[in-house]
């Protein structure tokens, strides 16, 4: 019986070990903002970091499996994948982190350094969080198959709940005296716009201002009755003149617009931007395109 006992003790750790991955719901982690909020000690609890309010620091994972980071005034993307409870993911010089939490309202990613562990801690903005505590009935069903497209001038969002965001990347030619490395602007749920703007001579410029509610409200209705939900995804160049103007100098930069509206989330891309007509360039994009992108940029000078 003893023997029994000693042998039972000497696998149990084994037996623990052996034990299946937890299974967590992809969905929870893709299709909305997280914000990081603190680094803490597992153990003790110790804050290591807490987010700074001045400084954005917002993770985006999609279906698809690829990602958003804005972290530090710097924009990053790659891909992310689940396996178990490892997420493989690159955030703060690691590329792979224990799943240790995941609610409708927080993800927790474990990792060690030296002999202690450590979670970077993320939370959903608290319009998210509200919206997920509601029945299910207290919200109006919403297609999103592809042959159901909202018409421009729907609103598919639920009142109360509406979460505007705007990311508007690239555009123009990389060329010139002092050449644009990276073009940059950000909308945050919350107002905050932030522009981030790198030149070959004169480096990272960030300029940073707040939004008023009806301001956001106002852009994302321009947005919406400008077409932009029913646009293509791609805009490629339409003549032969315009395949050619992609190889030669200096280099086009694709312009690349997403924009969150309540419930939807649209991306554009445009292979030409701004048209280059004395050679020819043109990308056959709708005129609403234009009209938002210089709405959006006027905000951020």
Known sequence: MVKLLQFIFVLSPILLQAQP?????????????WSFQKTFEWESGQII??????????????SSHSYELFDQDELIRGAWDLQGDILLVSFRGRESFTLAQLTVDQLDLQFQAGRKQYIHRFSRPASANAS????????APVDRS????APADRRTWIEGEREIRIELTGGGFFG???PVQRDFILIKENGRLIHERQTVNTGLQVEKATLSTRQMAELADFIR????FTMESRYGCATPECEDRLLALPRPVPLRLAVTDGLDRHVVEVAIWPEDKEKGAVAAFPSGLKNIVDAIRSLAE
Not at 21 to 30: G, H, N, P, R
Not at 146 to 149: C, M, N, T
């Open 132 to 139: 997920a505590g509601k029945p299910a009935e207290a919200k």
């Open 21 to 33: 991955a937890q299974k967590w719901d992809e969905k929870l982690l893709t299709g909305v903002v």
């Open 176 to 178: 010139g005296a002092d």
């Open 146 to 149: 592809a042959s159901s497209k």
């Open 225 to 228: 009755s400008n077409g932009f």
């Open 49 to 62: 970091e807490k987010a700074d309010t001045a400084a954005v620091c917002d993770l985006l994972m999609e």
